[in-house]
Structures are given as structure tokens and as C-alpha cells.
């Protein structure tokens, strides 16, 4: 089936840097990529779609210029968050597109903790 | 505007047990459904999806759905449920063309008793 691949799945960082999330859909290509944020025993929330060559579309009440997001290619998407803030800290997941098959899949997540 | 509702929060069944996970939608037209499976700490897995054609979906781990339009609704069901089960699940839903950008139920977790 198919494999998206997320890394890291666990970042510590200090209050002020960046982190840099990869996703890759690892044995298909990937138009559109989506990023979810997850908080302890919550659903899922759409931060953004991600698609190939083009500039995100962000969610409403999301930060563009805080979750830096770039699709450079078929099979990868980042999401940097920037200038990380304790409030920041969260389970982040992304998920590709199968334009075969039109399903959704997802990656493994990262945790990621801001002190 | 589009929703999702999974009415049963925490569900404890014992093993062996059938088990039936509700989910209702609210979409303006024919959405695509799906349900995934999270363990703790870790991203979600795909248990199966539904587009068109035969209401009752077959999905991995021995999970099947069935699509009720008429109720708005993708229940979740299992004859026999494992230890190995005890996770959260998802109801989603999405648009049916273009991107996926789906919305997703508050989730079930299911706790399974021995």
C-alpha cells in the first residue's frame, strides 16, 4: 500500500528557533499534500494543502508566515515552524494524495515540544 | 457547512465481542467517507473508504462499514474484536473530487477488556 514517510517523528527545540517537518510519499506521487495539527485527545485540525510547484492554502486562523510550508516536489512537502513558541507544541501530521486510488495517507506524525 | 459527528467518545468492549463505532455526516453533497485508526503517539492508518457502488465496505483487520444515505451515516463494525484493536478511531469525510481535504469526526477511543 501506499507509504508516507514523516520526519522526524519526535523534535525538542528551544523557544525562538525553527523545526523543519519532512513528508514524503515514499512509492507514489504526491500532487497535494496536507498538514494536520493535533492536540492531546483531539481530533484533527486541516492546517493546510500543500500542492506541487505552488504556494499553500492555509486554513483559517492559521499563520502563513509562521507554518512556512514548500511542495518543491512530487514526492515531498515541508512544513517549518517558525520562531517556535511553547504554545506551538503539538502532534503535527501530514497526509498525501494518491491521485490513483483518491486516497488519503497519512504519516506517522511528529511530536514536537518547544521549551 | 460540513461535519462530522462520532457520538461515542470512550467505548469498552470485551474481547471477542462485536463492536460498532457510529459515525454521521453532514455534507452538501455525496462526500467520500473513510475511517483510520490511530494508535498512541503515532499517525493514522487507513481501515477502509467509500466512494460509490456497494454500501457495505471491506476494509483491513477485519473491519467493514456500511454508507446509510438515507440516515447520513458510516458506522463502523467488527465481529469479533482483538486486544490489539484498542486505539482511536476517525470517521472522515471528504469532497467528492479534487483534493482531499477531509474534515474529521472528535474520535472514538475503544478499550478492549480481556
Known amino acids: 500500500g501506499a507509504v508516507v514517510s514523516q520526519h522526524p517523528s519526535w523534535v525538542i527545540c528551544k523557544s525562538g528557533t525553527s523545526v523543519k517537518i519532512e513528508c514524503r510519499s515514499l512509492d507514489f506521487q504526491a500532487t497535494t499534500m496536507f498538514w494536520y495539527r493535533q492536540f492531546p485527545k483531539q481530533s484533527l485540525m486541516l492546517m493546510a494543502t500543500s500542492n506541487e510547484g505552488s504556494k499553500a492554502t492555509y486554513e483559517q486562523g492559521v499563520e502563513k508566515d509562521k507554518f512556512l510550508i514548500n511542495h518543491a516536489s512530487l514526492t515531498l512537502s515541508t512544513l517549518t515552524v517558525t520562531s517556535a513558541h511553547p504554545e506551538d507544541s503539538s502532534f503535527y501530521i501530514c497526509?498525501?494524495?494518491?491521485?490513483?486510488?483518491?486516497?488519503?495517507?497519512f504519516g506517522q506524525g511528529t511530536r514536537l515540544t518547544v521549551v | 457547512a460540513q461535519s462530522v459527528t462520532q457520538p461515542d467518545i470512550h467505548i469498552t468492549v470485551s474481547e471477542g465481542a462485536s463492536l460498532e463505532l457510529r459515525c454521521n455526516y453532514s455534507y452538501g453533497a455525496t462526500p467520500y467517507l473513510f475511517w483510520y485508526v490511530q494508535s498512541p503517539g503515532q499517525g493514522l492508518q487507513l481501515l477502509l473508504k467509500?466512494?460509490?457502488?456497494?454500501?457495505l465496505v471491506q476494509g483491513i483487520k477485519g473491519f467493514e462499514a456500511e454508507f446509510k444515505r438515507s440516515q447520513s451515516s458510516f458506522n463502523l463494525r467488527k465481529p469479533s474484536v482483538h486486544w490489539s484493536d484498542a486505539a482511536e478511531y476517525f470517521c472522515?469525510?471528504?469532497?467528492?473530487?479534487?483534493?482531499?481535504?477531509?474534515?474529521f469526526g472528535q474520535g472514538t477511543r475503544l478499550t478492549i477488556n480481556p
Open positions: 472522515a469525510v471528504g469532497p467528492p473530487q479534487g483534493a482531499q481535504k477531509l474534515v
Open positions: 467509500y466512494f460509490s457502488g456497494d454500501t
Open positions: 497526509s498525501a494524495r494518491e491521485d490513483r486510488t483518491r486516497g488519503a495517507f
